[in-house]
C-alpha cells in the first residue's frame, strides 16, 4: 500500500512538472503569435485544432453518438465565460510581465468561493472567508490599483480571473449531467463559432502563416494537455499535494519571463502571492478535514 502511495506521488508530481511546462509553453507561444494575430483569431485557429482532434478522437473510438445535446444553454454560458477569458488572458500576456498574469490567475479559486454559494449553492464557510479576504489583500499588493501602477492589462487578467472562476463552476454543474468528451466537444465547437464572429466582425481574418503554424498548433495542444495533466494529478494525490506544486508556474514563469523578454518583478509580487497561497492553501486543508468529519458520520 505504501509503495503505491510513493508511486501515485511520484506519478502525481510528473504530471504537475508536465502542466506547468504545458502552461508556460502556451503563454510563450501566445506570446509570440500575437505579434501577427489578435486574441480573437488566437482562439479561432486554436479551437478549429482542438475540434478536428475531439471530433477525430470521437469518431476513431466510436463514441460520438455517446455526444449528448442535453443542457446546450449551460455549455453556452460555461464557454460565454471560458472564451471572454481566455481572450482577456491573451491580452494580459502581451502587456504586461508574464509572471503578474500567473499571479493573478491564482486568484480564480479566490472568486469561486466567493460566487459558489450564488452558483452552486454551497455554504460560504469561515475558512473560505479567510482566504477570500487574504486573496483579495494578495491581489491589491500585487495590482497596487493607483494612477501610477494599474493598467489595462492588469484589470485585463483580473477579470480574466472572474472568468475562469465561471467557467469552472459551471463545468462542475455541467459534470453531474453529462460527459468529458461532450463537454470538450461543445467547448472547442461553441468557442470556434464565436473565434469566427469576433475575429471576422470586422471584415479582415489573418490567416496563420508558416511562422506562426507551430505556435498556434502550440497553444492549442498545450492548453489540452495542461488540463489533462492536472485533472490526473488530482486523481492521484491530494488537493493539499498537488496545489502547492501549480503554485512552482510562479518562478518558473518568472525565470523564463526574465531569460527569454527581459522582465524582472519587484518584492510585492511575491509579497501578494504569499498571502494568496496561504488563503487557497489554509481552505483546502480546512475543507479536507470537513469532508473527513463527514465520511466518518455515514
Known amino acids: 500500500m505504501k509503495r503505491n502511495s510513493n508511486t501515485n506521488l511520484l506519478q502525481a508530481l510528473l504530471l504537475m512538472l508536465t502542466a506547468i511546462a504545458a502552461f508556460t509553453s502556451m503563454a510563450i507561444s501566445g506570446r509570440y503569435a500575437s505579434v501577427d494575430l489578435d486574441t480573437f483569431e488566437i482562439m479561432l485557429y486554436r479551437s478549429l485544432i482542438g475540434f478536428l482532434f475531439v471530433l477525430s478522437y470521437a469518431k476513431a473510438t466510436s463514441q460520438f453518438r455517446t455526444i449528448s445535446h442535453h443542457n446546450i444553454k449551460l455549455h453556452v454560458l460555461r464557454n460565454v465565460f471560458h472564451f471572454t477569458a481566455q481572450n482577456l488572458w491573451f491580452f494580459a500576456i502581451t502587456v504586461i510581465p508574464l509572471v503578474q498574469v500567473f499571479a493573478l490567475e491564482f486568484t480564480v479559486p479566490i472568486w469561486i468561493l466567493l460566487l459558489s454559494p450564488l452558483f452552486l449553492g454551497e455554504h460560504f464557510t469561515k475558512s473560505r472567508a479567510l482566504a477570500a479576504v487574504l486573496g483579495f489583500i494578495g491581489i491589491l499588493i500585487i495590482t497596487r490599483p493607483a494612477p501610477d501602477t494599474l493598467n489595462i492589462g492588469i484589470i485585463a487578467a483580473a477579470l480574466a480571473a472572474v472568468g475562469f472562476a465561471g467557467s469552472i463552476m459551471t463545468t462542475k454543474k455541467l459534470t453531474q449531467t453529462v460527459d468529458t468528451l ?117
Request: glycine residues 6%; contains cysteine.
Open 182 to 298: 461532450t463537454i470538450l466537444f461543445f467547448m472547442t465547437l461553441i468557442q470556434l463559432i464565436f473565434g469566427l464572429i469576433c475575429a471576422g466582425i470586422d471584415g479582415d481574418i489573418n490567416f496563420i502563416s508558416t511562422k506562426n503554424l507551430p505556435w498556434v498548433f502550440a497553444i492549442a495542444i498545450a492548453g489540452l494537455l495542461a488540463h489533462l495533466c492536472l485533472i490526473r494529478a488530482l486523481t492521484l494525490a491530494p488537493a493539499t499535494i498537488v496545489a502547492p506544486i501549480d503554485f512552482l508556474r510562479l518562478p518558473v514563469i518568472a525565470i523564463v519571463g526574465f531569460y527569454i523578454f527581459g522582465e524582472t518583478v519587484d518584492e510585492y509580487l511575491a509579497y501578494g502571492v504569499i498571502l494568496i497561497f496561504i488563503g487557497n492553501y489554509a481552505n483546502i486543508i480546512a475543507e479536507k478535514r470537513k469532508y473527513a468529519r463527514e465520511a466518518k458520520l455515514f
